[in-house]
């Protein structure tokens, strides 16, 4: 008998959008224990289309990044999401490591540095604690929106589109089965989307979150 595997449904988006190439720069310093990251990730070499997903603590144990290869998958993708657990209010220090040696001076800005100008550039982000704690009035006092806003700038100084922010957050707790699965699936629409061309004013980036009812 033939096993049929259960197909996840994905949005019928143009042939334009599907075969955008889209680039995922995975960081995660604890990927083993991870619950929401790997759920993203394993609906992601599910998905459609073509995404090249880059475990950047898996590939690099020792810390010592190819720039070389890791310039020339960007130069090969058109849409890059960086894809992270929320770390001391910023990216994993590895992250930081890879931004700070790949986007290097006369190749992502300065005289000649123009190999991301016109890509687009999106983050998605799991967090500890809920979405009620990163508001002006929460326990953070900031939004997530407004502590990403250097990787934010960062997009825009290498002439990219920054994409609207997708994530989920309260991973502090147990997550349902069905909230992460339902996670993962808007995560596929998220990156497949055709986003609006028109780029959004700073401070006004829509945010598509999901968070835990505590």
């Known amino acids: 008998m033939k096993r049929i595997m259960n197909a996840h449904r994905f949005p019928s988006w143009s042939e334009e959008i599907m075969s955008k190439k889209t680039l995922v720069i995975l960081a995660h310093p604890n990927f083993a224990e991870s619950q929401i990251n790997a759920a993203w990730r394993s609906r992601l070499e599910e998905a459609p289309g073509s995404v090249t997903i880059r475990n950047i603590y898996e590939l690099y144990p020792d810390w010592n990044i190819d720039v070389a290869a890791e310039q020339a998958l960007l130069e090969s993708h058109e849409r890059i999401f960086l894809q992270f657990p929320l770390y001391w209010y910023s990216t994993p220090p590895l992250l930081k ?89 808007d995560y596929i629409e998220h990156i497949r989307a055709p986003h609006d061309q028109g780029e959004a004013p700073v401070g006004h980036q829509h945010r598509r979150m999901e968070s835990l009812s505590m």
């Open 97 to 185: 490591k890879w931004l700070d040696d790949v986007l290097a001076y006369g190749w992502a800005y300065g005289p000649g540095g123009n190999r991301l100008a016109h890509k687009e550039i999106g983050l998605v982000v799991s967090t500890g604690s809920p979405e009620g704690a990163y508001q002006t009035d929460g326990r953070v006092g900031h939004t997530l929106v407004e502590l990403l806003r250097p990787l934010e700038q960062t997009a825009r100084f290498v002439g990219a589109r920054y994409l609207p922010l997708f994530a989920l957050q309260g991973a502090n707790h147990v997550i349902p089965a069905d909230q992460l699965s339902r996670s993962a699936n």
